[in-house]
Every structure is written in C-alpha cells, then in structure tokens.
C-alpha cells in the first residue's frame, strides 16, 4: 500500500537556523512526489513536484531533494514568514490518487 | 485568473442532517479531487472526477457520502445523515488532466462542524 510518513510532526526553529523536513514514502512506482505549504485556515499551496532520484529544485529559501525512498526540505536562513505546516504527497503509476503525509508544523521565532 | 473557490467556507449542522458542500475549480480542469482533513490528520482522499470518465469512489467512508460533478465543472459533495466524526475541514481541488503529471490546485476548504 501506498504511504507517505514525514518527520517531524512540529519544529521551533529560530530566525536564520537552518534544518530539514523529512519525506518517507513506499509507493508502486512513483509518478511524482510534491511538496506544498499549508497556513492556518487556507488550502494547501503547491511548491515543488520531483519526479525521480537525484532531482533537486529551489525557490527562495526552500530547497527540495529526492532519493529513491525519501526527500527533504531543506529550509536556508528562515524567516518568520516561513511558518506554516508542509505537506509531502505522492502520486503512484497504479492509480488517480495522491497520498498525503500529516505534514510538519514549522514555527520559525524571531 | 481565479482559483478553486468552495462554499460555504463554514458550515455548521445539527447531527442527523444533510448537508452540501460545493466546489468550483479552475476553469479548463478536467480532473477534481475531494479530500477530508481532520485535525491533527493527513489529507483523506473521498473521490476523484477525471472528465466524462466513471468517478474514483473509493476514498469515500461510508454510503452517507456521495458526489457529483455537473457540465465537467462545479462538484457537490453531499453528507447525509451527519454524524459528528464527519466534523473536519473538505478540502477541493483541480487540476488540468492526466496528459502529464499536474500539480493540484486546492480551494480554500469547508470547515464542517457537526453538533
């Protein structure tokens, strides 16, 4: 069965402290592997797709990787603007639906 | 241009009612997908519309849901008889087909909460 786990579920992070947010998945065949952002009230806002290992894309202060079972975020210098839950999900070759992870709360102080 | 906008963006019912909640997605989208996000929980996928094409309903919890999606376009989903674990925020979204693998355009959400 298709699944998606991020970790972890929160992280505090002052202003300008780097770290990642981590994807899990086992999929049939990954079609793609997307990232999007998600403020309090609001429907998810789309970020990255990657569709195969090694591939890399950026926005910003935002850096998305991926391997063959995982990807990561990476966050450079946040701001507090960068708060908001991030959410990981997976499009498989075997069918229409897209699995979502639980997304990680990212709090960034300043 | 604008976005996938759903309605009501609140809805607050009685428990035993029924209850609809609409989506319209992006105009030229042919495919619309229905989620349910409980608190604390990832995206719960209810049902897929891709074209003129049978609806994916096999997300959808139990025979009190159904959907439909009239002209292409606008989608209802429908709650029947209500129960309060149905209270959560459904979430709507588009995007262009599966000619190529699209990213979903996501509404703004109902929030559903039943007494």
């Known amino acids: 069965e298709d699944q998606v786990t991020q970790s972890p579920e929160a992280l505090r992070l002052q202003e300008g402290e780097s770290s990642s947010l981590n994807c899990s998945y086992t999929v049939s065949g990954l079609r793609g592997l997307f990232w999007y952002r998600q403020d309090p009230g609001k429907g998810p806002e789309f970020l990255f797709t990657?569709?195969?290992a090694g591939e890399e894309k950026e926005k910003e202060r935002l850096k998305a990787t991926l391997t063959k079972k995982e990807s990561f975020l990476h966050i450079t210098a946040p701001k507090p603007e960068d708060s908001a839950t991030y959410l990981c999900?997976?499009?498989?070759?075997?069918?229409?639906?897209?699995?979502f992870g639980t997304g990680t709360s990212l709090t960034v102080i300043p | 241009g604008a976005g996938v906008s759903q309605s009501p963006s609140n809805k607050v019912t009685e428990k035993g009612k029924d209850v609809e909640l609409r989506c319209d997605p992006i105009s030229g989208h042919t495919a619309l997908y229905w989620y349910r996000q409980s608190l604390g929980q990832g995206l719960e996928f209810l049902i897929y519309f891709q074209g003129n094409s049978a609806p994916d309903k096999s997300g959808l919890p139990s025979d009190r849901f159904s959907a439909e999606r009239t002209g292409g376009s606008v989608s209802t989903l429908t709650i029947q008889r209500t129960q309060q674990e149905d209270s959560a925020v459904y979430l709507c979204?588009?995007?262009?087909?599966?000619?190529?693998?699209?990213?979903?355009?996501f509404g703004p959400g109902t929030r559903l909460t039943v007494l």
């Open positions: 990657l569709y195969s």
């Open positions: 999900a997976v499009q498989s070759g075997t069918g229409n639906q897209f699995y």
């Open positions: 979204a588009s995007t262009p087909g599966l000619v190529s693998i699209h990213e979903q355009f």
